[in-house]
């Protein structure tokens, strides 16, 4: 279905930053695992689940603020799936990358924070699958 792993042009206009903490994305409506966060941009982030995401849809996520972020305990925005990969070690779980389409202002304020917390990715680590260098 998915196939090999090929690296896709780079089309984030912010470099994205690896999570280092463990942070569910539910979606809203149904309280179903959707992914958990592998890393982030200001405007954007990628999820590894074990079930594909439509391509090109809106969710509503739910995701809880982890500990030190001030503001909402709870962030609840919309983002679209914009690319879908199969786990290139591991085909039982699948990679989407998701665009955040509307925020409310706090919560935008919590998100950046949580983007601000991750440590910058390191030159040459800024294509999937960034966890397979070794430092």
């Known amino acids: 279905m998915f196939g090999r ?7 984030r206009t912010d470099e994205r930053r690896p999570y280092p ?13 959707v992914g958990d966060l592998a890393d982030i941009s200001r405007d954007g982030f990628r999820l590894e689940g074990m079930q594909p995401p439509r391509l090109n849809a809106d969710f509503r996520f739910r995701v809880d603020t982890p500990p030190g972020i001030n503001g909402p305990s709870r962030l ?6 914009r690319w879908l990969r199969q786990h ?26 949580i983007y601000a917390q991750c440590e910058t990715v390191k030159a040459g680590r800024d294509t999937m699958p960034d966890y397979l260098w070794k430092d």
Request: hydrophobic fraction near 35%.
């Open 5 to 11: 792993f090929k690296p896709a042009r780079e089309r």
């Open 76 to 81: 609840v925005f919309i983002a679209q799936s």
């Open 21 to 33: 903490q463990y942070m569910q994305f539910k979606n809203d409506i149904t309280g179903e695992l």
């Open 88 to 113: 290139p070690l591991d085909p039982r779980v699948y990679v989407s990358g998701f665009q955040i389409l509307s925020m409310e202002p706090g919560e935008k304020r919590a998100f950046e924070q």
